[in-house]
């Protein structure tokens, strides 16, 4: 009450000066506003450069994922999606080193390696199926999370373009992922050289550093993607529900190919002639090439593996005779990059449409709901 | 910070001419012509969604203009968005903030994102959280806070880049009474003590209406109506001024009779209103410009008369009234709601 009274008090007063100041000054400029450019401009003193603020952005959203429990989780599922088929990896080098000593890419068949029964449970296999989550973990509320907190209005009110908030978040997701995967990946080479003794050769190292860049790659997908869902979709939970049911379909093998097999019966169904069942196979493989999980394997598999040679099944018979007739042989580095080259080049051109995507209809949506 | 101080005539820090935006066919904000005077605190008044966000945010450069002109300290925000940005705080409606850092943690992001080298950031930190009074609550994380604590957390947030000017969209919203208080003497002393300029929009229309040196009335995306509170009682207001005054302990029916004669009486009086009940107070009718006169008269008749009067003062009149027949006058919806 005291305090409401003291204001209107305040107020009087005010209002007089301002009364006095109308008065002293009558003829006020109808001050169009052009006429106001450079006179407020220059007058007010030298302010400070700006900082980029994307980097800025992108450093408290670095800083926000380490410390996040999303992070811990992400790593108990990569790291328990690597470790059991290690497990079942060192396993079989063990038994297998011992009769062919001098084989090659010995390091790298840790990571390729797993039971003879289950042909899953490898490495690569996993971590092509668990990797997307960290794209999508930490990216799936990257904007609407802002914008339900309340924050967005507040952050896009700063000395920042509106892009840099974007750029900022997938560059620190991008920091993110690439940790974990460095990470992840240093630790399955230490467990190969220190529990097993393993030295792996100069150009194992470089198919390693390049199946590494080849995930980070399709986890920036995913990224992307997550991002993308951020954007489009104003509720966290649902995007995550989405990002969710996407990576079920195209990065799980089992449900992947259930679709896809599904629809090659449709398109085309394997009945009848031998050329019948090879076009169907030419579909089928149409079809899983279509998916991003499938390029990303099929580039994993060519550059761990220096034996694989070709990355599509033969689906005439003349192919089926010449593969027969093909001499098992090893690649060389370059051999391997050029034949996934197609498949980094598909990979990056989906990241960079994703992304494209999100960050048009970023600009473009208002502020507030 | 102040601006030019050599020519006599400081330019305004906000003036928009004929600004407009439409969604569609809706006009959200309809040929806006405002002018916001430096140092002054100027209240943008209205209903939600008579399009006060919509304005402050295209003079913020947030959202994108459909035709017209705007200049804020200076210059086009739809082209400068970043020099615009710089020298304006902004506390958004229903302001939030990173529930998992701190807030001085939040205020730090703020100043890094201004440029605002550390050493220097936290000194302002510790000065502008000390004004909205959140010093003691400033390490403990902001997904703790209260609706009114972040509302205070988000005035010390737009005051960390030592803005000219300061647009505060619903800042008493959500907060209790007391909290209002505070809150309005605090914009009244960064006007007064650091001559800022202040932009205020409310829908809460007497909360604001002490504080506010001008405002303008903002109906269906149109300004109806700009001045200072006893300017637009003037123009929308009634064509007179009540005077209210209490004669304590004056119960007999006689003694009412008498006091009413003796107070229509009074030169300029044009209608008594006897109270209805023994505490209430009489009411006064006079016209605007005879209302001192009527006063000391009514004075001189109560001491010559003997009539026990305790207390006289003229109304100022509401905000909310003033809206309703505002918005009456133009035939626009809700001016007959809630009398």
Known sequence: MTGARRTTGRRTVRKRTAIAATATNPTREPADGSGAEGTVGPAVEPLRRLPSGWRIIAGKEFADHLQSVRLYVLLIVLGAAALIPLYFASERIRSLAQAASGAQAVFLALFTLGPTDIPFLRVDQFVAIAAPLLGLGFAFDAVNGERHEGTLPRLLSQPIHRDDVINGKFAAGLAAITTVLVSVVAFIAAFGLLRLGIVPAGSEVVRLLGWLVLTILYVALWLAFGTLLSVVIRRAATSALIGFGVWLFVAVPIFGQLIVSLVGTFVAPATGSTQDVLAAAGTQQFLLRLLPSTLYREASLVLLNPSVTAVSTPVSIGQIEQYQQQIPTLFSLDQSLLLVWPHVVALAALTAACFAVAYVQFMRQEIRA | ?339
């Open chain 2, 1 to 339: 910070m102040t601006t030019s101080g050599s020519t006599s005539r400081p330019p305004a820090p906000i003036i928009t001419r004929g600004l407009t935006k439409r969604y569609g066919d809706l006009v959200a904000v309809d040929s806006l012509d405002l002018e916001i005077r430096p140092g002054e605190i100027f209240g943008l008044l209205g209903q939600n969604g008579a399009g006060k966000t919509t304005t402050i945010l295209m003079l913020l450069g947030l959202a994108e203009k459909t035709s017209g002109k705007a200049r804020v300290v200076g210059f086009d925000p739809a082209r400068k968005p970043l020099e615009v940005k710089r020298r304006v705080g902004y506390l958004p409606d229903s302001v939030g903030f990173y529930g998992a850092m701190t807030g001085r943690e939040n205020l730090r992001y703020t100043a890094r994102l201004n440029g605002i080298p550390a050493a220097e950031a936290d000194a302002r930190i510790e000065a502008v959280l000390d004004q909205v009074d959140m010093s003691g609550r400033a390490d403990s994380k902001t997904e703790e806070y209260s609706r009114g604590m972040l509302q205070r957390l988000g005035i010390a947030d737009a005051l960390v880049k030592d803005p000219e000017v300061l647009i505060l969209d619903e800042p008493t919203a959500a907060i209790d009474p007391i909290g209002v208080v505070e809150i309005l003497d605090l914009l009244r002393s960064l006007v007064d003590e650091r001559g800022m300029t202040i932009l205020l929009s409310s829908h809460l229309l007497s909360q604001v209406q002490s504080v506010c040196d001008r405002v303008g009335i903002f109906a269906a995306g149109k300004l109806i109506g700009v001045g200072t509170v006893p300017e637009l009682a003037a123009r929308f207001g009634e064509p007179f001024v009540r005077i209210e005054l209490v004669l304590d302990g004056l119960t007999g029916a006689g003694d009412i009779e008498r006091a009413r004669g003796v107070l229509a009486g009074v030169a300029g009086v044009d209608d008594v209103a006897a109270p209805e009940g023994p505490r209430d107070p009489w009411t006064l009718q006079a016209m605007p410009d005879a209302a001192t006169a009527v006063r000391v008269a009514a004075l001189a008749a109560a001491a010559r008369e003997g009539l026990p009067l305790t207390s006289i003062r003229e109304l100022v009149p509401s905000l909310d009234d003033i809206y309703r027949r505002a918005l009456r006058d133009r035939g626009l919806p809700g001016g007959r709601a809630a009398a």
